[in-house]
């Protein structure tokens, strides 16, 4: 049987304050980093900007890689990239319905898990690439336990 993986690239973007840019979904009741899945044919790096285009309308450059994430059991890999804004202006559309910059400690409760842990990760270390497994309850998981 051949294995096969979910490949998300996602973002931590930050303003001079120090907020980090956040979208709210359309399609759930929720809060999460730009990014998604990766397409045949593309790299993790060129996904996370052709996310950060589609969802925010800011054009943006990779900085650096800041983690790499598993799920074992969800058969799941996420890279997670610190990203610059270039261009382009925050633009609503049919994958955002908000977007915003918000402190680490005004994330909303209905924020991806694993991206919070991800965003906590480079807050305690800026200096070096993180490779961890997470555990956390799905965003879905989340919304059904918000009662959302």
Known sequence: MKNQFTIGCFAIILNEKEEILIVHRNDY???NLPGG?????ETPEECVIREIKEETGFKAELIKLQGIYTKKD????SFSFICNIIGGKATLNDEARAIEFVSLKDIPKNFSPNQKERI???FQDRNHTIYKQQKNASSLEL???LGL
């Open 143 to 145: 919304l059904k336990e």
């Open 74 to 77: 969800k058969n799941t890999i």
């Open 37 to 41: 899945g990766m397409d045949i044919g």
């Open 120 to 122: 906590e990760d480079y």
């Open 29 to 31: 009741d929720l809060w």
